[in-house]
């Protein structure tokens, strides 16, 4: 589950500074444009590695890590959500009474409906799948204008972006809650840090314009006078 959940905040993360560098192009225009080469591909890394990691997240293969595999296991053994198994997996934790208190326990068919919003069935799942196998994980190799036909076919909004992300949080949640009583945080701790360096580069910027505006007035202050000593 930690793995499942440093994808989702990894994506959540990636995402939210993608976008903050997009919003603020304009209004730190300067910043920007002395270093475009080096801002063009961070804004495109935080975009790969946002959807890479959703990606993972809602992986449909049967051979790795995901959460549609995930919630298949609990299916599996769903008789590990039961309050006696939960109070055997956490009788070292003396809030575990407490704990039981905010469970609901699923039944099997609530357990299959999650997998099943969590499957390719669900049509954003799917679209971000098709993104998986087209150009994520590797570039579709049939045919490199049906790829991108197939892409602009399926092209995924950023709040359909942002309701992915929340659908994962909400079933990775709900049965940490329900095996360990814990829940897991989108966020991470200064995960906007990235205005600090804006907005000191664009002061140091600001300062260097003013310092040679000054050198500039200064010079034109000297020629003007030996223009009248001559």
Not at 14 to 28: A, E, R, V
Not at 86 to 100: Q, W
Not at 182 to 210: C, G, H, M, P, W
Request: aromatic fraction near 10%; glycine fraction near 4%.
């Amino acid at each position: 589950m930690c793995k499942l959940s440093q994808d989702l905040s990894d994506s959540y993360v990636y995402h939210n500074i993608k976008d903050g560098l997009q919003q603020s192009i304009m209004s730190h225009d300067r910043v920007f444009g002395q270093s475009t080469t080096y801002w063009y591909f961070s804004i495109r890394a935080f975009q790969t590695g946002s959807m890479l990691s959703l990606c993972r997240v809602f992986d449909q293969s049967f051979r790795n890590l995901s959460l549609h595999n995930y919630l298949c296991v609990i299916a599996k053994n769903i008789e590990y959500l039961s309050d006696d198994r939960f109070r055997k997996r956490n009788s070292k934790n003396r809030f575990v009474e407490n704990l039981l208190l905010r469970r609901s326990i699923p039944n099997l068919s609530e357990v299959m409906a999650d997998i099943e919003s969590v499957s390719d069935n669900n049509p954003l799942v799917k679209k971000l799948t098709i993104w998986r196998n087209n150009i994520v994980a590797h570039t579709g190799g049939n045919s490199l204008l049906k790829s991108f036909k197939i892409l602009d076919d399926n092209s995924i909004s950023n709040e359909e972006f942002l309701n992915l992300i929340d659908l994962g949080y909400a079933k990775l949640n709900k049965y940490s809650l329900l095996l360990d009583g814990s829940e897991y945080s989108r966020t991470v701790f200064q995960q906007e840090d990235y205005k600090n360096l804006l907005r000191n580069a664009k002061e140091s910027i600001d300062l260097i314009a003013k310092s040679h505006e000054k050198l500039m007035l200064e010079q034109m202050y000297l020629l003007s006078n030996s223009a009248y000593e001559i």
